[in-house]
């Protein structure tokens, strides 16, 4: 599938306990492991788009659309977008 997104197997479900369907117990290693995957298929998301969106501004200024902006500029922009929304 995608590299990054936890599947089924991610989880280790011999370490699991189910209390009910509002509390699970699992060892805080696992926990760790799972955390860490997570956050990096965030990233890995948050780069994807971050390209995505660069490579259709760098369309929009061979067009004439927008001004052209520095990488950082860029950054700042889009951080700014994700803040609002």
Known sequence: MFPGILRLE???L???K???EDEITIKLKDLKVLLERNSN???EL???LFAMEMEKRATEVEKGNYE???LEEM???LMEMKKNG
């Open 41 to 43: 298929a965030f990233k």
């Open 75 to 77: 950054k700042s922009l």
């Open 14 to 16: 011999g370490n699991i």
């Open 10 to 12: 991610d989880f280790n």
């Open 18 to 20: 189910f209390k009910n």
């Open 46 to 48: 948050e780069e994807i």
């Open 68 to 70: 052209l902006h520095s």
